[in-house]
């Protein structure tokens, strides 16, 4: 399965809405999850099953979607919130996980 | 609260073999699978495979030949050999544990990455 995120990079003033698009090459049903990555630091998870927020991690992130379109929304973007966002997803058959080629969010 | 601290050499020659392990601390190998990912400079991420507490493991097919999982369950920690690398292996390597629910697997725990280098 690809996974195909756009756009590459998104630019948004501060407070604004940001949308970030996976794509997926066949369903994956809701089994999605995005991950924010800042420079130096491991990816952290943000989002499972396409819409369960993680621990700790703020209100203002919000996952939607299934089947092949799915959807990360930040809702009011913060200076902390500037990062690379990817989506990922796993198969089951042949076991193999597979990461979006993410999204640059910046100020 | 459970983290993951890796360790290994940061710099190889041509057809040497990495080596990082992956140690686990506050909580236990068992229940889980062990995830090794890997990011090239200024890239994305790329899944190499994972390791099972008992030592079931799953490969990306592009790196199968040359890699190797191990688990050390006296030392809670486990693994990665990649053999005969090259340039193109210069990457930061991280290792994760797979969650799963339902049918979604996830990463939510992961190390702190090891950057390697592959230079003549």
């Known amino acids: 399965i690809v996974m195909t995120q756009s756009p590459a990079t998104l630019s948004v003033s501060p407070g604004e809405r940001a949308t970030l698009s996976c794509r997926a090459s066949q369903n994956v049903y809701s089994n999605l999850a995005w991950y924010q990555q800042k420079p130096g630091q491991a990816p952290r998870l943000l989002i499972s099953g396409a819409s369960t927020r993680a621990t700790d991690i703020p209100a203002r992130f919000s996952g939607s979607g299934s089947g092949t379109e799915f959807t990360l929304t930040i809702s009011s973007l913060q200076s902390e919130d500037v990062a690379v966002y990817y989506c990922q997803q796993y198969d089951h058959w042949p076991a193999r996980a597979t990461f979006g080629g993410g999204t640059k969010v910046e100020i | 609260q459970v983290q993951l601290q890796q360790g290994g050499a940061g710099l190889l020659k041509p057809s040497e073999t990495l080596s990082l392990t992956c140690a686990v601390y506050?909580?236990?190998?068992?229940?889980?699978?062990w995830s090794w990912i890997r990011q090239s400079p200024g890239k994305g991420l790329e899944w190499i495979g994972e390791?099972?507490?008992?030592?079931?493991?799953n490969y990306n097919p592009s790196l199968k030949s040359r890699v190797t999982f191990s688990v050390d369950t006296s030392k809670n920690q486990f693994s990665l050999r990649l053999t005969s690398v090259t340039a193109a292996d210069t990457a930061v390597y991280y290792c994760?544990?797979?969650?799963?629910?339902?049918?979604?697997?996830?990463?939510?725990?992961w190390g702190q990455g090891t950057l390697v280098t592959v230079s003549s």
């Open positions: 506050g909580g236990s190998l068992s229940g889980y699978y």
């Open positions: 390791v099972s507490h008992s030592g079931s493991t």
């Open positions: 994760a544990r797979r969650m799963v629910q339902g049918g979604d697997c996830y990463y939510g725990h």
